[in-house]
């Protein structure tokens, strides 16, 4: 019999999270799924009681890596690592507490987590760490400065993350997720986004990217033209368009 796979869903309450976690549950993984607010881990739990464990896990205190062990100790192990917990804003009037706070949760808290998850791995013979960062970090945006910044934070740092693996033979796998706009909680601002897409197809593609090790997957191929043209935009061009949502 195959051995049932394991992974770990951090920002599992809503969004992509939630939607990825609904598709390896009915593909029979076990998984330990967690975020701040409990109720839509518990609805996801009583789809599978047996396979599904739930953590209370704030990525921006310094518990959350105990946390994370004490839902990798209920489900016996972790093969994926899958970070999908972010916040993001528009702050065009550049709130400092604004751009602050994204960068607690998707830098510190992002460190901390994978961090976490990468020593887990180093210890455990390897093991497949997975993010969900943005299109958003392909070049600094004007109306969210912190979010797009934050979100380049992450490009960078699972590339060198990758390398620290490679350099200590550790068989760890890297998957950088990143999606366009997808319709959740953080574009609930209601603004117009163009090119939507919807969190549970966007889920059915991240699932897939894993699936193959995509070591990069921006989703989806709309987004994937785009961000070809958008990388080959020079700064003296880049700095004078003006990019916004009505
Ligand atoms: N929606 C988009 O257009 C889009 C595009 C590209 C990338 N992304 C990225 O995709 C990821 C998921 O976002 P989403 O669109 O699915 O939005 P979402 O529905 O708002 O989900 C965000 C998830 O992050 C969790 N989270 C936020 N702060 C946390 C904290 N301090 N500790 C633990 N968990 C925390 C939330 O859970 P709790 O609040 O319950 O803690 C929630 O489960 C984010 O990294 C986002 O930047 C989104």
């Given at each position: 019999m195959p051995q049932i796979k394991k992974a770990v869903i951090v920002g599992a309450s809503s969004g992509i999270g939630y939607e990825i976690a609904k598709i390896l549950i009915s593909k029979g993984w076990s998984v330990g799924i967690a975020a701040r607010r409990s109720d839509k881990l518990d609805e996801l739990k009583a789809i599978a009681p047996d396979r599904v464990k739930t953590e209370f896990i704030d990525v921006t205190t310094a518990d959350a890596p105990a946390n994370?062990?004490?839902?990798?100790?209920?489900?016996?192990?972790m093969d994926l690592f899958f970070l999908s917990s972010g916040i993001g804003f528009q702050n065009s009037d550049l709130k400092p507490d604004v751009e602050l706070n994204t960068a607690i949760t998707n830098v510190e808290g992002f460190i901390r987590m994978t961090t976490a998850a990468f020593n887990y791995f180093k210890v455990h013979n390897g093991g497949h760490l997975a993010i969900i960062s943005s299109i958003a970090g392909t070049k600094g945006l004007g109306v969210a400065p912190a979010y797009s910044a934050t979100k380049r934070f992450q490009n960078t740092y699972i590339d060198a993350l990758e390398q620290l693996s490679n350099m200590q033979k550790l068989g760890i796998r890297f998957t950088d997720i990143r999606p366009g706009f997808?319709?959740?909680?953080?574009?609930?601002?209601?603004?117009?986004?163009?090119?939507?897409?919807?969190p549970e197809k966007v889920a059915q593609d991240i699932v897939k990217a894993l699936e193959h090790n995509k070591r990069i997957a921006v989703i989806d191929w709309r987004y994937r033209l785009l961000v070809?043209?958008?990388k080959l935009i020079p700064r003296f061009i880049w700095k004078n368009l003006s990019i916004k949502t009505s």
């Open positions: 994370l062990q004490s839902l990798i100790d209920k489900l016996c192990g997808v319709q959740t909680n953080l574009l609930n601002d209601n603004k117009h986004y163009p090119l939507l897409m919807l070809w043209g958008w």
